[in-house]
């Protein structure tokens, strides 16, 4: 409707709009001019994460910053890049000294950041979160030591420097998963992943480019513990311009992600240049967002212009205004209104009272800017409009003043601010991810970004630059100066958090281009110098393999994207081998080993992106889906297990998120998470990294052969190998039955084999066999294996496939020294560490089981396990006033691989040894 009681058409011609713009633009900070009775520079910390601080949690201050900045968002520069304002930003940086430190020059360095708070807003699945209260700056950081830490504030802008005294914090170990600390490389075995602690990190990775899993608040609070209790935990998806979560996307790139895309677009003629701004933007008919509303006053601000027949329609809720340019004739000729007859760039203001909680639309709507817009706005007319500067503000009663911008990615000149709102999505995304341990690596920058692919050296915008060259800036150069802005902003606001994984340049660079690898080794290289603890850095390229820039050192790792196609005419650029998922991950597998000896050093290799392409178009080949039991992901999954420290998995197509459709994959019985949840369940635990492991299989020579009968049918076996310990994985698979197979219908031969394990160390061994759809174990037997190390097993009339966990039976050795004495009104248990096996051996153990019972002679089973403890000590507490039972106890040791040991020595509450 047009302009009713509860809405105020403001319209501002003054150009003292002009000096107010900033402070309504969550693009730049508000000016602070220096009183004459001076303030503190910094003011006093709120912590935000008081008490103790567990090893790897965050540690968080908010604070107050005196400061004439115009941009809080870049980097205090006195001599920065043409283009770029002289000591327009503010530098600041938190620095943290460790315990076993007192020298501040050894301190860990961290930026700080600016940071708007939120608030949840709305209903789910409309819910979001949405700016509430005042801006102020944030630091965090994530302990790698215990103990007191020192800590101070400086802050660097036109004024000078400033530094903070010195406060404290307290860590203390942690007993959560997070324990497990940040994912690296493995110091002792650099071709593995490995956590702070040591834990491998060999989950399979896996793309979240497919139904936008992040983009919304709903989406991400169900679809990150969705991951996590499936065990899919490494996931690569791009928070920029490129992304399918286009709704998290703090910096850069044209604006229309965030605009219902359609035929708007981020333009460079004809900007705002008495505004300062170097872009508009040109809505078209759909440009509006969806925003969740209280009970309020609401305003929307904008400065546009419209130009010829062209109309801007300003709407918030259903309030809305035509803005039209003088001599505008077709606009009434449709029988509609121009509310307002402006040229040139003009301010503009609606404001509304809305009176319910719900959702409005808000935004600037372009008429006949475009044919798909209804009737009669889809007739394209001569002319032009512009925007820029667009925000939504709810007046908040409290404060007595507006909020900051409710709406997401506002204002085109998106390389001179961070987004608010994306950015506190990110917040979400990891502090759950934290929670469920998902693990992200992610693309900083779209190489294609709207922007930095047309700035100059200059810093003024030229034509689009399709080789990239732009992006690719090298120093002093303003478009490396914004990368590398919102690269410090980045490591300020998200080092700290153990479910960042690593991070790239930008998704798929160009492999032989000298500007893309050196701009790929610069950030590395930034990243590293600006983190406070180190941040894996690798990069991604669109094909092949330059070993020169994988081995550069500040490549924490290597990425190749590789996919399949039945019609490649170049295995190196796409695989060849499409009908069957299993080879296509030994062929990467094979790849990788023989990548692995050119590089000057080992290090991890995965395969960053992967999947089978239909020969008729780019996407996912249209027979995966057609395929129920889903075949192609299952058997891409488990043949990791002969692949050892490489990946080789990357699904582009994973096809999460999505109904499930029966006859089709995903349905209600099978889906990518449950065989995940399988995987998992068969594989954690396993030190694969502890340098013992060889890979075996049936495809391998010497004792890494698997030695097979066949009887009938087609039988293959990869798997690894850990003679030392006494530990095997097998899995054995039908290699007939290939989602190619399934889908054509082709009849499958059961196969039927006796396979035979070399280079075991004689020893009594376990065998289970597990169902792989299931994750479960569906029997156990127990060998003997000889001095000539070969282990043998017989599988009959295998349909599909199956995996077997062998392992050594010989236990921790006996505790005989148990001890009971009185404590307080409790007991304490007391004995001598075990560190071997039976065979004398040493051994790891992973805990000890209590064992408890009224009994004085029982036996140590599930129904008398009382407790488990790390430490040879237990309490048992406010038993001794308890007169009526006589408590003894007994303990075992349990090792890492879940050997437990013959029971101890009984002891009971009062004090005698049980003989």
Known sequence: ????????????????????????????????????????????????????????????????????????????????????????????????????????????????????????????????????????????????????????????????????????????????????????????????????????????????????????????????????????????????GEGANMFVAPFGDTLRINWAFGDSYTLFDDVDTEAGKQTRFRPYFYATQNIPVEPGQYRFTFRGKAVGEQVMRLQLGNNFVDICAPGNTHHTTNREQCDYFQDDWQNYTLEANIVNSGSIQAGVRGLYVSTDAPAPFNVVQDGDIGVHSMQLQRYEEDRGAWSANLLTRSDPDTHTYIDQISAAKLDEIFALSEQFGIYHKLPLFHKNDELLNRMLADGSFGKYDNTNHNFYASENLPARWYQEAYARYFVGRWSYSTALHSLELANETNPWDSASQTAGLNLARFIHASAPRHIMMSDSFWHSFPTDFWSDPDMDYADKHWYTKADSDNGELVSLIYDDSAAYVRECWQRFHDYQTLLTTPKPILRGEGGVWDTVNWGQHTDVALEPTGTWYHKKLWAHLGTLAFSCDGEWYPRLFMPPNAGMFPNDRLNLGDMFAAYENFIQAEPLNNGAYVEIGTDLTGDQQVLYTEDSGNIRAWGVRDSKNKRALLWIDNAEHTWRNVVDGVSITPGSATLTLQGLTPDIYVIEVWDTHEGTVTSSSTVFVSQDGKLAYTVTDLATDVALKIRGIRPPQTINDLTISPAGNGIILDWTAVSSNTNGDPTIINHYNIYRSTMPYFLPTAFYLFASTNATDFTDVDILLDYMHNYNYLVTAVDTQNNESNQSNHVGKHGFLLQ
């Open 1 to 240: 409707m047009k302009q009713t009681l509860t809405s105020i058409l403001k319209i501002i011609y003054s150009t003292l709009f002009l000096s107010i713009i900033c402070l309504l633009s969550m693009a730049s900070a508000p000016k602070q001019i220096r009183p004459s009775t001076p303030i503190p520079d910094i003011s006093t910390f709120r912590i935000i994460t008081p008490g103790e601080i567990e090893k790897y949690n965050k540690f968080e201050i908010a604070f107050d910053i005196n400061s004439t900045a115009s941009n809080p968002y870049l980097p205090y520069d006195e001599n920065p890049p043409a283009g770029i304002e002289l000591a327009a930003g503010i530098t600041v940086d938190a620095h943290f000294l460790p315990p076993s430190e007192n020298d501040w020059n050894h301190a860990k360095s961290v930026p700080c950041f600016y940071y708007q708070p939120v608030e949840e807003v709305g209903i789910e699945p409309n819910n979001s979160l949405l700016p509430r209260g005042a801006a102020e700056w944030r630091c965090r950081f994530a302990p790698e030591e215990i103990g007191v830490w020192q800590f101070k504030v400086s802050k660097t802008d036109v004024n000078g420097t400033f530094e903070t005294a010195a406060d404290v914090f307290n860590s203390i170990d942690c007993a959560t998963e997070s324990c497990k600390g940040f994912v690296g490389v493995s110091p002792t075995h650099p071709q593995f992943f490995a956590f702070s602690n040591g834990d491998p990190f060999i989950t399979p990775l896996v793309s979240m480019e497919q139904n936008n899993p992040f983009n919304t608040l709903s989406a991400i609070r169900n679809n990150i513990p969705t991951l996590g209790n499936n065990g899919i935990r490494f996931v690569r998806w791009f928070p920029t």
